[in-house]
């Protein structure tokens, strides 16, 4: 059985920083590629980053510059770096994971599996 636990949500003053950790379970973590997605109150869900097997990344252009996605294989766990946060990056934040082309890491329908999403809350 598939799991994926996110951890690390919280709240933030605006500026301040917090690191996503998504931990996977039941699966060959290497052969995945995994992403994060966010979906803030009356929005849809919207890609953040994903990091294809190859290690290679891919940012919203809303975060560029802020958040780096990274993936650490012998703990089969993939991170959110957040810097710089908004209050427009408020959301609920999940971990995805795929077996998906780098040219499809945005799309959100790619993905398989999906946590159980973490909270973030920036306050301004």
């Known amino acids: 059985q598939v799991q994926l636990v996110e951890s690390g949500g919280g709240l933030v003053q605006a500026g301040g920083s917090l690191r996503l950790s998504c931990a996977a379970s039941?699966?060959?973590?290497?052969?995945?590629?995994m992403a994060w997605f966010r979906q803030a109150p009356g929005k849809e869900r919207e890609f953040v980053a994903g990091?294809?097997?190859?290690?290679?990344?891919l940012r919203a252009d809303a975060v560029k510059g802020r958040f780096i996605i990274s993936r650490d294989n012998a703990r089969n766990t993939v991170h959110l770096q957040m810097n710089s946060l908004k209050p427009e990056d408020t959301a609920v934040y999940y971990c995805?994971?795929?077996?998906?082309?780098?040219?499809?890491?945005?799309?959100?329908?790619?993905?398989?599996?999906w946590g159980q999403g973490t909270q973030v809350t920036v306050s301004s």
């Open positions: 995805a994971a795929g077996s998906v082309l780098f040219s499809r890491l945005r799309l959100g329908d790619a993905y398989v599996y």
């Open positions: 039941g699966l060959t973590f290497s052969d995945y590629a």
């Open positions: 990091i294809a097997r190859s290690e290679s990344t």
